[in-house]
């Protein structure tokens, strides 16, 4: 319980940031929050992607739980949202991911029953030919983890209990699977990403449920020596947060836990290996995995405003980052 006390001193000794909310879809300047063009459904616990200046939402469900097909694609440079294929199969707690020209969505929910609608299927989008296409499914099914896209293949981690542990890697090129050496702390409704040769993976819950204990735990994979390895933590533990990699530097926001939503905003200098509170979310969410950043603009489109599942939004929040870590 060492890393609790760790961080509870980390937040005693940072103090937020006063958030700065730009309304009417202006862009936002360095540093500050705002909005673009709302989207066309409200929706939570759904997969991001983001391809060649579009943002792809896949699957998820809103108020009433009923697990989406739909693909809502957002244009960064028009400022519109249409609809794409939809899903070959309902989702929600997806994993998705682009590399390559293509939309990956990894694993998932088929409903909102638990571990008896946890899937293993890979489906990959061609948006230029607008069809679903299956591939090979991971080794398990689990929901609820986090894809990283490095070297041109995906890796992919944690899931809902018990999968908690689960990591292998994707490459598309060959359409096969490999299993690695688990993630060393089990958890679930996490963040990831590729910096300096590694995948990384943050916080995340330990149970099923959202009022389950979480942890600030940030552990680093090296796919060139096979080894796990700790970060600093988080500044407190928290789950269902997003984040994304913007100018070399680790953006984590939102999430929710027995205490509530979390507004929360870090940001990880891996050249130094600490955390720095940014300007808090306007409207905190949870229920996103993945995010984009395009053109300078992080987006973070739709999510949860209430803890548990029955709170789906229509919200595309952005931010512009100011820091760089490269």
């Not at 407190?236 to 509530?260: D, T």
Request: charged letters at 15%.
């Amino acid at each position: 319980m060492r890393w609790l006390i760790a961080c509870a001193f980390v937040m005693a000794m940072v103090a937020p940031v006063a958030a700065q909310l730009v309304q009417g879809g202006q862009l936002p300047q360095g540093g500050t929050w705002g909005r673009r063009a709302a989207m066309l459904e409200a929706n939570s616990e759904f997969a991001v992607a983001e391809l060649d200046g579009k943002v792809y939402v896949l699957g998820g469900y809103p108020a009433s739980r009923q697990t989406q097909r739909t693909v809502q694609v957002y244009d960064t440079k028009t400022d519109t949202w249409s609809l794409g294929p939809p899903l070959p199969v309902a989702n929600n707690h997806g994993m998705a991911i682009a590399v390559a020209g293509k939309v990956y969505l990894i694993g998932g929910q088929t409903t909102d029953a638990g571990a008896g609608s946890y899937v293993n299927t890979l489906y990959a989008l061609d948006p230029a030919r607008g069809v679903w296409e299956q591939r090979a499914p991971m080794p398990t099914a689990r929901s609820a983890g986090a894809p990283v896209v490095l070297g041109g293949k995906i890796y992919v981690a944690g899931g809902r209990p018990p999968r908690g542990s689960d990591f292998a890697v994707y490459d598309p090129a060959t359409d096969v699977w490999t299993t690695l050496p688990n993630l060393p702390n089990q958890r679930n409704h996490i963040i990831g990403a590729a910096m300096n040769g590694k995948v990384y993976f943050a916080g995340g819950r330990l149970e099923g449920g959202f009022q389950s204990a979480a942890t600030a735990v940030f552990e680093a994979f090296d796919p060139a020596t096979g080894q796990w390895t700790s970060a600093a933590p988080m500044p407190r533990p928290r789950s269902g947060m997003n984040g994304v990699l913007a100018f070399g530097c680790f953006h984590v926001w939102g999430g929710e836990g027995a205490l509530g939503m979390f507004p929360d905003h870090d940001v990880y200098d891996p050249r130094i290996n600490a955390w720095t509170r940014l300007a808090d979310m306007p409207t905190p969410v949870h229920g996103v995995t993945g995010a984009a950043f395009v053109d300078g603009l992080i987006f973070v489109p739709g999510g949860g405003i209430a803890t548990s599942g029955s709170s789906g939004s229509v919200l595309n929040q952005t931010f512009a980052p100011a820091q760089r870590c490269e």
